[in-house]
T-cell receptor, first 117, second 114 residues
Framework: AQKITQTQPGMFVQEKEAVTLDCTYD???????LFWYKQPSSGEMIFLIY??????QNATEGRYSLNFQKARKSANLVISASQLGDSAMYFC??????????????FGQGTRLTINP | EAGVAQSPRYKIIEKRQSVAFWCNPI?????LYWYQQILGQGPKLLIQ????????DSQLPKDRFSAERLKGVDSTLKIQPAKLEDSAVYLC????????????FGPGTRLTVT
């Protein structure tokens, strides 16, 4: 079974600094996908970035980048120039392909990020 | 484009009562998911529909939870009878249906069982 581990329950960062949120995964599949979601206090899950296992380059989306190290099975999220609005829970997730061809997401425990002014 | 809609946003019930949650996915999305998110944890998939058929319900406590997706659009998740440990946020998500499609989440329903 696939497993996602986020070892940082909470992170505190000064505004405008860069922050790295850790994520390691365990899978025996050759083809898989890794996601990062942001969950503000309002509760909705907001998609941030996606990395496919065969993608040769690290994914980037604006201030978000994914540091993908396949051999280490890690997919850390890097947020550059943090802003107060970045304060939220962040979840790493892995896509598992079901025998029926559908997909499901397996989530980690999350990291609560707090940006200090 | 309208997002995933869920109602109610909040619900408080006593244990042994029943409750139902409603989800309206993004138009045209074939796949619908119900997740349970207990406080301090990541979401856990309860059930997944492809159109109006169930694809995966391996983690759905079928003795008390049920779900349906009529006509392949809206979906309802029911709990009967509720237990204290069912207190959680219930998230609905939808996707276009192919394996690599991104999932879009609704705002969730926060259930408190007293």
């Amino acid at each position: 079974a696939q497993k996602i581990t986020q070892t940082q329950p909470g992170m505190f960062v000064q505004e405008k600094e860069a922050v790295t949120l850790d994520c390691t995964y365990d899978t025996s599949d050759q083809s898989y996908g890794l996601f990062w979601y942001k969950q503000p206090s309002s509760g909705e899950m907001i998609f941030l970035i996606y990395q496919g296992s065969y993608d040769e380059q690290n994914a980037t989306e604006g201030r978000y980048s994914l540091n993908f190290q396949k051999a280490r099975k890690s997919a850390n999220l890097v947020i550059s120039a943090s802003q107060l609005g970045d304060s939220a829970m962040y979840f790493c997730a892995m896509r598992e392909i079901l025998p029926q061809g559908a997909q499901k997401l397996v989530f980690g425990q999350g990291t609560r990020l707090t940006i200090n002014p | 484009e309208a997002g995933v809609a869920q109602s109610p946003r909040y619900k408080i019930i006593e244990k042994r009562q029943s409750v139902a949650f409603w989800c309206n996915p993004i138009s045209g999305h074939a796949t619908l998911y119900w997740y349970q998110q207990i406080l301090g944890q990541g979401p856990k998939l309860l059930i997944q529909f492809q159109n109006n058929g169930v694809v995966d319900d391996s983690q759905l406590p079928k003795d008390r939870f049920s779900a349906e997706r009529l006509k392949g659009v809206d979906s309802t998740l029911k709990i009967q009878p509720a237990k204290l440990e069912d207190s959680a946020v219930y998230l609905c998500a939808s996707s276009k249906g192919y394996p690599s499609a991104e999932q879009y989440f609704g705002p969730g329903t926060r259930l408190t069982v007293t």
